[in-house]
């Protein structure tokens, strides 16, 4: 009779910090063992010659998101989960919407239902836009008891920005009940002035969006948003950090011993102005926000990541098809719009919706550039990509780690595997990847969920429906410090 309901056998298994060889018995879609020479498994995974390592969790991810004039993001729960899957990643944190002007509740009706669709697991990060009384007092207390502990402001983009009065009063409602702030740093007023000027300047193809947004608006906003935070004695984590002047805020604020956290994306680390500047109009498929910078700055942002400074790096996967919503922002329903201001048809840079895909490629990506290239090892590998997500996000022990008691998501990468991305071969609907023909080294051959498997030599075998949602409670490391400027704790008052 068999042991285990798994065993995935023979592979040198990679954590966060250990790298050894052993089978790891599954039992009821959790570890229960791991060892040489395990019992059989009524099914069994041959991983000899192969890395085992945590599925990986990409704590930042826009999937099927709905906007209030109708339109839905074209990247399903069940298109976008599959992707996340065939690339190695099993459990991902996607948002709940607010709209301005609407509460929690009357904002993206029958998102969480939407959500069920997912293959792979999933939580939510709520988006604040408009923190009225009633949202704050009520609504947000309410979410955070349900298992949704962590909150997303936007210090940039109409209509999302909120003020610093707003952001200040965002951080003393996490603070009392005990969630983590995400923050999207970009100063708006500088962009906003910038991008008048381009236009009358008649500076309106894609690489004139960059221009839009340079590394100092961003490293202005990084400051001001751990300053308040600091004021507050919040916790939060920066969100897609491009560039070494926002990493170095990240990093003289963890100096102080402030609970602030960096986030980068593997298009930081990988593309440049270059793909910005292409023919054909072919430089909207690279526009996103922070921008992407100037060739060369890529590395500055590799030694952040090999010094600690950024803990994560996320897809930031927000899909939008060239051939519709990038071309044409009002086809969708749901984008940017704005006139079109070019003799070619096209839309300015400041009209294309801001986003690329990125949750199927993700981890082969950073693979190959990351532990292929040796610029950093499987085990920083294991804890920018799932490891550090668990622990910043109320998951640890549970995910992001190989070991007794934790569900069973693992991935085997055949780490000798050799492959051009090409979005024919991939699982995604948006129409292209910014990193098609890239040769790749290292890959997923198969992704385990919770002890089944899901993809097998790409072919996703996971059902709609089959992912759950992962609620997270109270956890230690986004505590307050209990450090406030002259020891008057302003967010206690209320």
């Known amino acids: 009779m068999a042991e285990f309901d798994l065993v995935v056998r023979g592979g040198t298994v990679g954590t966060a910090y250990d790298l050894f060889e052993a089978d790891i018995g599954i039992v009821d879609g959790k570890i229960d063992a791991i060892g040489r020479n395990l019992a059989r498994g009524k099914e069994e995974v041959d991983a000899k010659g192969k890395l085992v390592l945590p599925g990986g969790i990409d704590s930042h991810c826009h999937i099927e998101e709905m906007s209030p004039g109708g339109g839905v993001q ?32 009357e904002s993206a009706p029958g998102y969480a239902e939407r959500a069920r669709q997912s293959r792979a697991d999933y939580s939510f990060h709520q988006i604040i836009t408009d923190p009225m009384p009633e949202v704050l007092e009520k609504e947000v207390p309410a979410l955070i008891a349900k298992g949704v502990r962590s909150l997303k402001v936007f210090l940039t983009y109409d209509p999302l920005q909120l ?32 991008i008048e000027k381009l236009l009358a300047a008649g500076l309106t193809d894609p690489l004139q969006h960059a221009w839009a947004r340079p590394p100092l608006v961003e490293r202005e906003a990084t400051h001001r948003a751990i300053a308040l935070a600091e004021l507050v004695d919040q916790p939060i984590q920066v969100f897609h950090v491009s560039c070494e002047e926002a990493a170095g805020e990240v990093a003289r604020a963890k100096a102080r011993g402030l609970k602030v956290w960096g986030e980068t994306c593997p298009q930081y680390l990988t593309l440049s102005h270059e793909d910005l500047d292409q023919p054909d109009f072919g430089g909207a498929k690279a526009v996103c926000s922070p ?58 840079f400041n009209a294309i919706p801001n986003g690329m895909p990125g949750i199927e490629t993700r981890l082969p990506v950073l693979f190959s550039e990351g532990v292929s290239k040796g610029r950093i090892s499987i085990n920083a590998f294991v804890r920018i990509t799932s490891a550090n997500a668990a622990r910043l ?21 055949d780490p000798q595997m050799e492959r ?75």
Request: hydrophobic share 40%; charged share 20%; aromatic share 8%.
């Open 74 to 105: 074209e990247e399903s729960f069940a298109s976008g989960s599959a992707a996340a899957l065939a690339g190695g990643t099993t459990s991902f944190i996607c948002f709940l919407q607010q709209w301005k002007g609407h509460t929690l509740t």
């Open 163 to 194: 003020t610093d009065a707003q952001y200040l009063e965002v951080l003393a409602t996490a603070r009392r009940h005990g969630a983590m702030v995400t923050v999207h740093c970009e100063n708006f007023d500088a962009i906003s002035w910038r």
């Open 291 to 348: 921008a992407l910078r100037e060739k060369g700055e890529s590395e500055r942002v590799w030694a952040r990541i090999k010094d600690g400074t950024l803990d994560i790096v996320t897809s930031d996967h927000c899909g939008f098809s060239f051939a519709t919503a990038k071309r044409n922002p009002g086809s969708s329903g749901y984008g940017q719009g704005g006139a079109v201001q070019r003799a070619d048809g096209m839309p300015a």
């Open 393 to 413: 996000f109320g998951l640890q022990g549970r995910k992001g780690t190989i070991a007794p008691g934790a569900d069973a998501d693992l991935v085997v990468w």
């Open 420 to 494: 051009k991305v090409e979005v024919a071969r991939m699982h995604q609907a948006i129409d292209y990847t910014p990193w098609e023909g890239l040769d790749v080294k290292g890959w997923p051959v198969v992704t385990i969920r919770r002890g089944e498997i899901a993809v097998r030599d790409n072919e996703v075998i996971a059902a709609p429906g089959s992912g759950s949602f992962l609620p997270r409670g109270p956890y230690d490391v986004i505590k307050p410090t209990g450090t406030v400027p002259d020891g008057f704790d302003a967010a206690s008052v209320t």
